[in-house]
């Protein structure tokens, strides 16, 4: 046997990361700065400091305790006396659909520091705690201020009093000693907030921060300063998004190599989402059905759930009137959604009935059904673009509808196209 002979595939969010870390170790800090270069910034300004990168440690999903596992830390040093350290958190799916909202916060919400506004957040707090780890501290822990500013509620009344519920009765804190030894040989030990940047590579068509009113989101990552006030603005250049079209384009791939295009085919069906053109979609979802029709499409829609493992109602939907909400498995985590709306026609209520399924999946039928219309259900902060297909009025006929479509949905896998 050869050493050709050796094959290595990358499976997942942890492939695709440890794919682009040994496309990087390969390539060299040149090009390693390129991909730094493709990070775009939510104060809309390039970073100066990243063209004189001289050396870049890189540091693989270090268990960091109450700080959670950084899928990535990026330790740039330059012609300057303090390293930069950037923080990357990958998520293979859509920021908004790994964002929770910060409403609910840590304490009601055990999920809450895997979505990637909760990552983010939990970064920034051991950027706080790294930066005031000095000699007279043994471990690393956070400043007990910060801990009782997270402690608040979110109330998003502008007050400048937000917090996440983190209900902990001590602060965050690192104490295994083989990771701090590896965090203060890398130079992260009292270093200035300033170096830190925090990153987001998740699959979108643009950054999540674009839209002007974004600090106002409920879905916003949560900076908090000493004081417990948000220092959203003021933080900007150093929170960052990349986008995997970003890292497919010919100038970065090229060094990434196959394992990295191979790791993002066994998770996603396109370096972005399924561009849907024009934006003025109808919105469904927010006219109320009657009880009657909802309960007997709820009944269906569980029947189907019960005798399928794959498919799960979880009555998210239920917080927008008339929308009932399936989730099944796929790699793209896309969503299926059947929407009761109410209408007069000749002075009489008429129930129509919509079958969606995520836009982002690309497809324009499902087990045979075409589904041509575009509309989008506004949930908060953030609009779902579905792809949709009225179903008929008789129950039997919906029913076998939705069932062939789930099962085309579960079943569908079309080799993605990254090219």
């Given at each position: 046997?050869?050493?050709?002979?050796?094959?290595?595939?990358?499976?997942?969010?942890?492939?695709?990361?440890?794919?682009?870390?040994?496309?990087?170790?390969?390539?060299?800090?040149?090009?390693?700065?390129?991909?730094?270069?493709?990070?775009?910034?939510?104060?809309?300004?390039?970073?100066?400091?990243?063209?004189?990168?001289?050396?870049?440690?890189?540091?693989?999903?270090?268990?960091?305790?109450?700080?959670?596992?950084?899928?990535?830390?990026?330790?740039?040093?330059?012609?300057?006396?303090?390293?930069?350290?950037?923080?990357?958190e990958a998520k293979v799916i859509g920021y908004e659909d790994s964002a929770k909202s910060n409403k609910t916060g840590?304490?009601?919400?055990?999920?809450?520091?895997?979505?990637?506004?909760?990552?983010?957040?939990?970064?920034?707090?051991?950027?706080?705690?790294?930066?005031?780890?000095?000699?007279?501290?043994?471990?690393?822990?956070?400043?007990?201020?910060?801990?009782?500013?997270?402690?608040?509620?979110?109330?998003?009344?502008?007050?400048?009093?937000?917090?996440?519920?983190?209900?902990?009765?001590?602060?965050?804190?690192?104490?295994?000693?083989?990771?701090?030894?590896?965090?203060?040989?890398?130079?992260?030990?009292?270093?200035?907030?300033?170096?830190?940047?925090?990153?987001?590579?998740?699959?979108?068509?643009?950054?999540?921060?674009?839209?002007?009113?974004?600090?106002?989101?409920?879905?916003r990552p949560l900076f908090l300063d000493m004081d417990g006030n948000e220092c959203w603005k003021s933080i900007l250049?150093?929170?960052?998004?990349?986008?995997?079209?970003?890292?497919?384009?010919?100038?970065?791939?090229?060094?990434?190599?196959?394992?990295?295009?191979?790791?993002?085919?066994?998770?996603?069906?396109?370096?972005?989402?399924?561009?849907?053109?024009?934006?003025?979609?109808?919105?469904?979802?927010?006219?109320?059905?009657?009880?009657?029709?909802?309960?007997?499409?709820?009944?269906?829609?569980?029947?189907?759930?019960?005798?399928?493992?794959?498919?799960?109602?979880?009555?998210?939907?239920?917080?927008?009137?008339?929308?009932?909400?399936?989730?099944?498995?796929?790699?793209?985590?896309?969503?299926?959604?059947?929407?009761?709306?109410?209408?007069?026609?000749?002075?009489?209520?008429?129930?129509?009935?919509?079958?969606?399924?995520?836009?982002?999946?690309?497809?324009?039928?499902?087990?045979?059904?075409?589904?041509?219309?575009?509309?989008?259900?506004?949930?908060?902060?953030?609009?779902?673009?579905?792809?949709?297909?009225?179903?008929?009025?008789?129950?039997?006929?919906?029913?076998?509808?939705?069932?062939?479509?789930?099962?085309?949905?579960?079943?569908?896998?079309?080799?993605?196209?990254?090219?």
């Amino acid at each position: 046997m050869t050493v050709n002979d050796l094959k290595v595939t990358w499976y997942g969010e942890r492939g695709i990361v440890n794919s682009i870390v040994v496309g990087l170790q390969r390539a060299g800090v040149s090009n390693a700065i390129a991909l730094l270069n493709a990070i775009q910034w939510a104060n809309g300004v390039g970073q100066s400091w990243i063209s004189k990168i001289q050396s870049i440690e890189l540091i693989v999903e270090v268990g960091c305790s109450h700080f959670g596992n950084p899928d990535l830390i990026m330790v740039c040093r330059t012609d300057e006396e303090r390293p930069y350290c950037i923080f990357i958190e990958a998520k293979v799916i859509g920021y908004e659909d790994s964002a929770k909202s910060n409403k609910t916060g840590i304490d009601n919400n055990k999920q809450f520091n895997s979505s990637i506004n909760g990552q983010l957040s939990l970064k920034y707090r051991m950027a706080l705690a790294l930066s005031q780890w000095n000699d007279s501290i043994k471990h690393l822990i956070e400043p007990n201020c910060i801990l009782e500013a997270y402690k608040k509620p979110f109330s998003d009344d502008g007050q400048n009093n937000n917090g996440l519920n983190d209900q902990r009765k001590k602060p965050r804190r690192l104490i295994k000693q083989g990771v701090l030894n590896l965090l203060r040989n890398a130079g992260l030990k009292a270093l200035p907030l300033s170096q830190f940047r925090f990153v987001a590579l998740t699959w979108d068509s643009k950054a999540y921060f674009e839209n002007d009113d974004f600090h106002q989101s409920e879905y916003r990552p949560l900076f908090l300063d000493m004081d417990g006030n948000e220092c959203w603005k003021s933080i900007l250049g150093q929170v960052g998004w990349v986008g995997f079209s970003k890292l497919n384009e010919p100038q970065i791939v090229k060094h990434l190599g196959e394992d990295f295009t191979n790791a993002c085919k066994t998770m996603l069906e396109g370096p972005e989402p399924a561009r849907i053109e024009g934006e003025d979609f109808e919105l469904i979802g927010n006219t109320p059905s009657s009880k009657d029709d909802h309960n007997k499409f709820e009944e269906i829609i569980k029947a189907i759930a019960k005798d399928n493992s794959e498919v799960i109602y979880n009555g998210e939907g239920n917080k927008i009137p008339g929308v009932l909400t399936i989730k099944a498995k796929h790699r793209s985590k896309g969503r299926i959604k059947v929407v009761l709306e109410t209408a007069r026609v000749g002075g009489r209520e008429v129930l129509d009935v919509f079958l969606g399924v995520s836009a982002s999946m690309g497809k324009r039928t499902w087990a045979g059904y075409p589904f041509d219309e575009c509309r989008y259900i506004q949930k908060k902060d953030f609009r779902y673009i579905f792809r949709t297909r009225k179903l008929p009025s008789d129950l039997k006929e919906a029913e076998e509808i939705i069932h062939s479509v789930i099962d085309d949905f579960i079943g569908d896998n079309r080799e993605p196209d990254l090219k």
